[in-house]
C-alpha cells in the first residue's frame, strides 16, 4: 500500500509539472501504450537504451516513419542520422534520473538527445523505470553523473576512467568524454504536449 501511495504521489507531482504521467508494469505494456499512441507520425528516438530493450522501434516502424541512431537502416552513422530525429512530430527519449518531484535529467555528448526533449516536437515522451527516481533534484543530478554516465559510457566501449574504474565520474578530459551537455527539466515545456511514461520494470541505466 504504502508502495502505491508513494507511487501515485510521484504520478501527481509530474502531472502537477504539466506533463501527463502514467504507470506500467513493464516495459512491454509501455511499448503497447505507445504502439497504439503515435500513428501515421513522424518520430525521432533519442539514442536510448530503455526503449531498444522494448523493441519499440520495430512497432513504430510499421506505421510510422521512424528514425533512431540506434536502429540504422542505410549506410549512414551515427552522426549522419541524428540530424534526421530532430524536428519529427514526435520525440522519444528516457533520462538519465529523476526526482520524485517531478525533475527530470539528462546528460548528453552531442546535444541531439536533450535538443529533441527541448524544441522541435508537438509530442515527447519520457519513458524510464522507477529505478532511476531520486528523493530530490541534487541527487538526481548525482545519479545522472555518477551512475548513468559511467555505464552508458561503459556500454559503449569507451576509455573513460569511468568506464575502466567503474564507480563514479571523474570529470574527465578525454576524447571520449560524454558528459557535455547536462540539461534539467524544471517543468513540461510550453506549446508541447509530453508525457512521462514510468516503468516498474527496470530497463536503461
Ligand atoms: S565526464 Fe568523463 S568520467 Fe565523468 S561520467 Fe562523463 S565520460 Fe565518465
Redesign the pocket.
Known amino acids: 500500500m504504502t508502495e502505491r501511495l508513494d507511487l501515485e504521489q510521484v504520478l501527481a507531482a509530474f502531472e502537477k509539472k504539466g506533463y501527463t504521467a502514467r504507470y506500467f508494469a513493464d516495459g512491454q505494456a509501455a511499448a503497447d501504450y505507445l504502439d497504439a499512441a503515435i500513428d501515421g507520425q513522424t518520430v525521432g528516438f533519442g539514442d536510448s537504451r530503455t526503449l531498444y530493450d522494448m523493441e519499440i522501434y520495430a512497432r513504430l516502424r510499421r506505421h510510422n516513419r521512424v528514425v533512431d541512431p540506434m536502429h540504422p537502416e542505410d549506410d549512414r552513422g551515427f552522426f549522419e542520422i541524428i540530424p534526421d530525429t530532430q524536428g519529427t512530430a514526435v520525440f522519444l527519449s528516457s533520462v538519465n534520473a529523476a526526482s520524485v518531484n517531478g525533475e527530470l535529467v539528462n ?1 548528453d555528448a552531442t546535444g541531439n538527445r536533450v535538443a529533441g526533449t527541448v524544441f522541435g516536437h508537438e509530442r515527447v515522451y519520457f519513458v524510464f523505470s522507477v529505478n532511476k527516481l531520486c528523493p530530490d533534484l541534487a541527487s538526481a543530478v548525482w545519479r545522472a ?2 551512475v548513468a ?2 555505464q552508458n ?1 561503459k556500454r559503449k566501449g ?1 576509455k ?4 575502466v574504474k567503474g564507480d ?5 578530459q ?1 576524447p ?4 557535455n551537455a547536462l540539461v534539467i527539466h524544471l517543468h513540461s515545456m510550453k506549446r508541447t504536449h509530453a508525457e512521462v511514461l514510468l516503468l516498474g520494470e527496470e530497463l536503461g541505466f
Request: glycine share 0%; charged share 25%.
Open positions: 546528460i553523473r555518477n554516465a559511467p559510457a569507451y573513460t576512467p569511468c568506464a563514479r565520474c571523474y570529470d574527465c578525454s571520449e568524454r560524454i558528459c
